[in-house]
């Protein structure tokens, strides 16, 4: 396993976990049928997945950040 592939892993997949529990802590307070954007009621599946994608983008983007500063860091 290269460095890159070892990096990419270490911080995307427990940006997919943490994106899994936010889910759960999220739409256990928020129902997902009764949000609306305009004229677009979507679906509640549709909704998860779009959150899901949404949290596991945003940690892994604070993942990757953590990762390229500690390399940095060490020169």
Same mark, same amino acid.
């Given at each position: 396993?290269? +460095?890159? /592939? *070892?990096? /990419?892993? #270490?911080?995307? %997949?427990?940006?997919?976990?943490?994106?899994?529990? *936010?889910?759960?802590?999220?739409?256990?307070? *928020?129902?997902? +049928?009764?949000?609306? !954007?305009?004229? %677009?009621?979507?679906? &509640? /599946?549709?909704?998860?997945?779009?959150?899901?994608?949404? !949290? %596991?983008? *945003?940690?892994?983007? &604070?993942?990757?950040?953590? #990762? %390229?500063?500690?390399?940095?860091? #060490?020169?």
């Amino acid at each position: 396993m290269t +460095s890159n /592939t *070892l990096r /990419t892993a #270490q911080v995307l %997949w427990p940006a997919f976990l943490m994106a899994g529990v *936010l889910e759960m802590l999220v739409f256990s307070v *928020l129902d997902p +049928s009764a949000l609306s !954007f305009g004229n %677009w009621h979507p679906d &509640a /599946t549709t909704v998860y997945s779009l959150a899901f994608f949404v !949290f %596991w983008a *945003l940690i892994a983007a &604070a993942s990757a950040a953590s #990762q %390229w500063m500690v390399a940095s860091a #060490q020169g």
